[in-house]
């Protein structure tokens, strides 16, 4: 069962005031050819699920096996797929379902992974992670290019940020700035329990790489979860007062945060062969 727009609302707004508990992970699978595939798993708690279940059920909800209120549509993945680039579809997607989340793995095709197009911003796939989102600004397109080999050579070119640097933080404590106190519970409430990654895995032999972060043929483009934030409040209040416009400024004010695996450079490149295949 699909997601109706009433519920979907219902979702929204209890997002809103339950914080994230949401997982996103993206996987984007290259093979020499330059074709490939994009795993994206989302998992929502049920501490943000439960109550919306609740609520469906009193309003007279059916009485058949429980239905999950997560599952994309396939309009909906049918968007998504298109806003990845010329080409993309849908190959399938399967709900998953554990004690404490509930969610789903869609899996997408591409031929050609120099039309993809990724935003590294969570967007819309759940109403939690849209709040960031929102936060932190519009749509932000990881982009690639792609030589044949052997060996093959996948680039992969971050967003580009505005020219405008994150202004540093003026001297003096500015904890009482007016709404700061508010801005900063708010950054609190939508970080709690949020976790983002993504990451590219090359199908063959990584021969050699400019990344920073790289175990066999994957390389971490990011992972952070945004609940650690929670543990360092010079961090929460370095994001209330400085504001970035995106999820890239938001990045390079992490950079330091430990246990974030952050890709700062704005270009990296894997070179790689098929398992095959060895170098000369």
């Not at 960031?132 to 690639?144: D, K, P, Q, S």
């Not at 704005?266 to 098929?274: E, K, L, N, S, Y």
Request: charge should be negative; include cysteine.
């Amino acid at each position: 069962m699909t997601t109706s727009r009433p519920l979907s609302v219902l979702l929204a707004a209890l997002g809103a005031l339950l914080g994230g508990c949401v997982d996103v992970d993206t996987l984007i699978q290259v093979r020499t050819d330059g074709s490939g595939t994009v795993t994206r798993t989302v998992m929502v708690s049920e501490r943000l699920v439960a109550p919306l279940r609740a609520l469906t059920e009193g309003l007279g909800g059916d009485d058949g096996p429980r239905q999950s209120l997560v599952m994309p549509d396939e309009s909906a993945l049918a968007d998504r797929a298109e806003a990845m680039g010329p080409g993309v579809r849908v190959l399938d997607v399967e709900e998953r379902r554990g004690d404490e989340a509930e969610g789903y793995v869609a899996r997408y095709a591409f031929d050609d992974v120099r039309g993809l197009r990724i935003n590294q911003n969570p967007g819309d796939l759940t109403p939690a992670a849209g709040a960031v989102a929102g936060r932190l600004g519009g749509a932000e397109h990881i982009t690639f290019d792609f030589s044949p080999g052997p060996p093959a050579e996948l680039t992969v070119r971050f967003p580009e940020r505005d020219g405008t640097a994150v202004e540093p933080r003026p001297p003096g404590d500015r904890s009482d700035a007016p709404g700061a106190d508010a801005l900063r519970a708010q950054l609190g409430s939508l970080f709690k329990g949020l976790r983002v990654a993504m990451a590219v895995q090359v199908e063959g032999i990584v021969l050699e790489t400019d990344a920073t972060h790289r175990d066999g043929p994957r390389v971490t483009l990011m992972a952070i979860d945004f609940e650690e934030l929670l543990s360092a409040p010079e961090y929460l209040d370095e994001l209330a007062e400085r504001r970035p416009r995106s999820l890239e400024e938001a990045k390079e004010l992490l950079r330091d945060f430990p246990g974030i695996k952050l890709e700062l450079a704005p270009v990296i490149r894997i070179r790689f062969m098929d398992y095959g295949l060895r170098a000369i």
